[in-house]
């Protein structure tokens, strides 16, 4: 895993997860920096051009740490919150929301993991019942793991904190320091997949879809909880036969009926970072197809209700409807 520089906040430099990342990150420019807004956020960068030399900034999360998650984002089984304790993806989907999100494509990644935690247990402990935490939305939370420990750190946390729930979202193949600890019932590992024509053609830098089964079935194997998202959904002339294949084979290596849940969403963006993706992509044409707007989200014309029904019905033929739900 290669960064251009490492940047670090003052305030953080001498936090023990910063002097263990900087071990494994030798002959890297080192720069200290005050604040990560003054890299991360400064007018004139080019998020494609940074994507091909990333660095990694070391920052401290200020305020709020756990925010409400959006509606529809996951499976109902209490209230839900996300937490992110890195921004950006190590991938390159030219489908992600991110590129049309932050002026950067450095990774930020937030080592002060105690204070998310203390975010974690004031909210659960505000709610009666369980309380469900996402991590993933605004990153890859496994895709850094032998830099950010997220795992080493928020497993043993989570293990001790039957009442809070974590989901963790991921295209990445990075399993094996779950691996080594025992399942926790509370953790659900939730992959993300699309047919292999989309992911050659959208997905890059992400893991084939064989290697990605791989590691999601040596984690059921292992007892771990593990979860199925069929997202984004493009519609394209083949895409209900591209499922049919797809299906096929996640069913044929995973156990249907030990999976937590399987979710199908199609694709869609805010409008305002759909145009900030034109921009970054002029060439692209999954980004020159027609859409439809409803409340300032994009979807496309092609897609909508009835493919979406279409696939629901050729999923329902292998995992039953009472672990399925349709991601808003």
């Known amino acids: 895993m290669k960064f251009s520089a490492v940047y670090i906040e003052r305030e953080i430099s001498e936090h023990d997860s910063v002097k263990r990342i900087i071990a494994k990150v030798r002959e890297v420019p080192i720069i200290t920096i005050e604040r990560y807004g003054e890299v991360f956020n400064r007018t004139g960068q080019n998020f494609r051009i940074q994507k091909r030399a990333p660095a990694l900034i070391l920052a401290k999360k200020h305020g709020k740490t756990v925010l409400p998650a959006p509606e529809g984002y996951g499976f109902e089984q209490g209230r839900g919150f996300y937490f992110s304790h890195m921004l950006n993806c190590l991938y390159d989907c030219r489908y992600c929301f991110l590129q049309g999100m932050y002026r950067s494509a450095h990774y930020v990644l937030f080592v002060n993991f105690e204070d ?5 247990d004031t909210e659960a402990s505000n709610h009666e019942g369980k309380t469900v935490f996402y991590s993933g939305y605004d990153c890859d939370s496994l895709a850094m793991e032998p830099i950010s420990a997220f795992c080493e750190s928020f497993i043993p946390f989570f293990a001790k904190r039957p009442k809070s729930i974590l989901e963790i979202r991921t295209k990445s193949t990075q399993v094996r ?16 997949f699309t047919p292999e024509a989309a992911s050659n053609r959208w997905e890059h830098k992400v893991p084939t879809l064989g290697k990605r089964l791989q590691a999601i079935k040596k984690l059921q194997l292992a007892g771990w909880k593990v979860a199925v998202r069929f997202e984004p959904v493009i519609a394209d002339k083949a895409v209900e036969a591209d499922y049919d294949a797809l299906f096929k084979q996640i069913f044929s290596v995973l156990s249907a009926d030990e999976l937590h849940s399987v979710s199908l969403g199609e694709f869609r963006l805010p409008v305002q970072f759909h145009k ?17 707007q409803h409340d300032g989200i994009l979807s496309l014309v092609e897609g909508g209700e009835a493919l979406l029904r279409s696939l629901e019905d050729k999923l329902f033929s292998y995992v039953d409807r009472s672990c399925y739900y349709r991601c808003a």
């Open 116 to 120: 998310f935690m203390t975010g974690i």
């Open 177 to 192: 320091q779950l691996l080594g600890f025992e399942a926790v019932d509370n953790c659900i590992i939730a992959m993300s």
């Open 276 to 292: 900030a993706l034109v921009k970054l992509y002029p060439e692209e044409d999954l980004l020159a197809r027609e859409t439809a």
